[in-house]
């Protein structure tokens, strides 16, 4: 398999980029550096160049609260860009697995939502991630993935934050408990990623790590697995106000990636004690 990973400098490109390698894959990794995922004329170059059967877009505007500032430059990155990908892939024979988001739909749900439920983004950062799924999904063959919560190595994220701030003699700390969801290990991911685009797999598929927890429940477990005694109040979302909402309820349905792939979703925790093992002193 020859895999081209867009977005490879980020989060969950590393991830992607690793596990491509550790299957044995031919792969070619490319930052933003390397290639703008916004410029066509440097993605068709990209793409034809690899050959790849196979990309896989990490590349994203993910400061979601930035987004909210900066609409336009959100805009071509998650919802134009995609749309690049996927035609380029279109004229080279290649499939495009996208990464989205939870944040497409409103959050005002209080089961798990499948993929054919109805969107309802809330944030800038929503609605251009949502544009770059409907266009990546206009050329056959494309799989948009869903996901939520992510944390690794290679980029800020909850639990490194978090981290930081418990180290000894930190002030309490006060961590929003009305927002439920999912957390993420990129890894796990990287390998949901890699098994999906082996399957051939097309349309929306959502991924996340099980069980639900909210941001309070994840860093109490963060704390707990770190051993500190840090002091973690729980707060409402109205309380830490920010520019962009978030979603209250961001619990993906997993059961037709679990069908496709033959296997259970991974716990987050285990990923989590992995990441706090490997990405630094617990």
Request: proline fraction near 6%; charged fraction near 25%.
């Amino acid at each position: 398999m020859k895999v081209l990973v867009f977005g490879a400098a980020g989060i969950v490109g590393r991830a992607t980029f690793a596990e491509a390698e550790r299957r044995g894959w031919t792969v070619t990794g490319l930052s933003r550096g390397a290639c703008d995922v916004t410029d066509a004329a440097a993605v068709a170059t990209a793409v034809a160049a690899a050959r790849p059967d196979l990309v896989i877009n990490c590349a994203a505007f993910t400061r979601v609260d930035l987004c909210e500032s900066e609409p336009e430059a959100a805009r071509l990155a998650n919802g134009v860009a995609p749309g690049l990908l996927a035609e380029a892939c279109a004229r080279s024979g290649a499939r495009l697995v996208h990464l989205s988001t939870d944040y497409v739909f409103d959050g005002t749900a209080r089961r798990p939502y499948l993929e054919d439920d109805p969107t309802g983004p809330r944030s800038v950062y929503g609605a251009t991630k949502l544009e770059g799924e409907r266009r990546a999904l206009a050329v056959d063959g494309s799989l948009v993935v869903r996901t939520s919560w992510i944390f690794g190595a290679g980029g800020p994220n909850f639990v490194d934050t978090m981290r930081a701030r418990m180290a000894p003699g930190a002030e309490p700390l006060r961590v929003v408990d009305d927002q439920t969801g999912a957390p993420t290990w990129a890894p796990f991911l990287a390998r949901a990623l890699a098994d999906l685009g082996e399957s051939g797999a097309a349309g929306i598929v959502h991924y996340q790590n099980r069980d639900t927890v909210t941001w309070y429940g994840f860093a109490r477990e963060i704390a707990r697995q770190l051993g500190t005694t840090v002091e973690i109040r729980p707060v409402t979302t109205a309380e830490v106000p920010r520019p962009a909402p978030r979603p209250a309820w961001s619990v993906l349905d997993v059961e037709r990636f679990e069908r496709l792939a033959g296997r259970r979703v991974e716990d987050w925790r285990a990923g989590l004690a992995e990441h706090l093992n490997t990405s630094g002193e617990r």
